[in-house]
């Protein structure tokens, strides 16, 4: 800008893909008109660079040279999946990377979400490569803790965009963890998801013995009102009395606490 001159990573582009060429060296071609706000998103400065990014994307290939676009930034979910069907049209499908992007503008200090949440949608709709966001972003510099967060944040993000689009192996992954749950496997539960420690670290907050590792319940609705101990008990139930099916099973046990409500007087409320 001091010399009024277009860059000279722009006009010789060729020359440098030539020298790129011959050391296998891949291209990351960023975006620095993205938006930085979401009122900015998807406007024309922004798509003007993007048919650029794009025109500069064949001319690496002409010169067999690797490209991978960078993308925003911040924009809202509405604009999303037409940021990125943009982008594959104007940069003919080349690999997309983004930062998000964030949805929202109003939650610093928690950026890892409002980025999350976009990451998980462009992602859906086909974007090869996520670059997480930590709670810093806009604030500070970020230390090894906010590192972590943001990047289970975008393992999160990556992983629900995969599931989205019919990985077998995410949702097996799915599968292998409600499996779990259900059967009160307490440890597997731990080590199948992205971050065992800290799902560890929860749990024993309140429940911390080793026995607990084995309960049919956690504290959050205790050993009574388990959603999974009392779907266990009517199978169990069903199986005991020859019923067919759940759902028999559950007309039958009704039928018999509606009998015990009827005998006890039909009140709703007793003295104790």
């Not at 490569?129 to 943001?150: F, Q, R, S």
């Not at 560890?200 to 388990?226: I, N, Q, W």
């Amino acid at each position: 800008m001091y010399h009024h001159q277009e860059s000279f990573l722009y006009t010789h582009f060729e020359e440098i893909c030539e020298i790129c060429k011959q050391y296998d060296v891949a291209f990351s071609l960023g975006d620095g008109l993205r938006p930085g706000s979401v009122a900015d998103a998807n406007d024309e400065a922004q798509m003007a660079e993007l048919k650029t990014l794009g025109e500069l994307t064949h001319i690496a290939w002409k010169h067999d040279v690797q490209v991978m676009i960078e993308g925003p930034g911040h924009v809202p979910m509405h604009l999303v999946k037409e940021n990125m069907d943009k982008q594959l049209e104007y940069c003919d499908e080349a690999p997309f990377y983004t930062l998000g992007p964030l949805v929202t503008d109003i939650a610093p200090g928690y950026d890892h979400i409002t980025s999350g949440i976009g990451a998980a949608m462009i992602g859906w709709f086909g974007c090869a490569m996520l670059c997480y966001v930590t709670p810093k972003e806009h604030l500070g510099l970020p230390n090894k803790d906010d590192i972590k967060t943001g990047i289970i944040t975008y393992k999160i993000a990556a992983h629900a965009a995969d599931l989205a689009k019919g990985h077998p192996a995410a949702q097996r992954r799915d599968n292998a963890l409600s499996k779990a749950r259900f059967e009160f496997r307490w440890e597997d539960q731990f080590n199948l998801g992205l971050d065992p420690d800290t799902a560890r670290e929860y749990h024993d907050e309140t429940l911390p013995k080793d026995s607990a590792k084995v309960a049919h319940f956690c504290s959050m609705c205790g050993p009574k009102f388990c959603s999974m101990k009392i779907s266990q008990e009517v199978r169990d139930y069903a199986n005991e009395h020859g019923l067919n099916g759940d759902q028999e099973a559950v007309m039958k046990g009704m039928e018999e606490q509606a009998e015990k409500f009827r005998n006890k007087g039909s009140e709703l409320y007793q003295e104790v």
